[in-house]
Nanobody, 115 residues
Framework: QVQLVESGGGLVQPGGSLRLSCAAS????????NAWYRQAPGKQRELVAA???????NYADPVKGRFTISRDNAKNTVYLQMNSLKPEDTAVYYC?????????WGQGTQVTVSS
């Protein structure tokens, strides 16, 4: 059974940093295109950062230069380093593949940026 478990969220002040983790089980996550998504209250879920099929990375415009996606294949884990956080980054963050598999959505991890 495939399971993606996100962690590392929390409350942080504007300008702060967080590192999110996504641990995959039941699948070799690295053979898929991995990505982070987020969903803010009242908004649709959106793609934040992703690996391309060639292993390069793509980022949504609002997070370019601030967020970095990485992975540890040995740990079957994908990370999202988030720096210079802004209140508009407040959302529940999820990991999944590209395109996302409906059955793989986990609980996500809440990130709240507030002073």
């Amino acid at each position: 059974q495939v399971q993606l478990v996100e962690s590392g969220g929390g409350l942080v002040q504007p300008g702060g940093s967080l590192r999110l983790s996504c641990a995959a089980s039941g699948m070799i996550f690295s053979i898929y295109v991995n990505a982070w998504y987020r969903q803010a209250p009242g908004k649709q879920r959106e793609l934040v950062a992703a690996f391309t099929s060639s292993g390069n990375t793509n980022y949504a415009d609002p997070v370019k230069g601030r967020f970095t996606i990485s992975r540890d294949n040995a740990k079957n884990t994908v990370y999202l380093q988030m720096n210079s956080l802004k209140p508009e980054d407040t959302a529940v963050y999820y990991c999944n593949t590209v395109p996302p598999a409906r059955e793989h959505w986990g609980q996500g991890t809440q990130v709240t940026v507030s002073s």
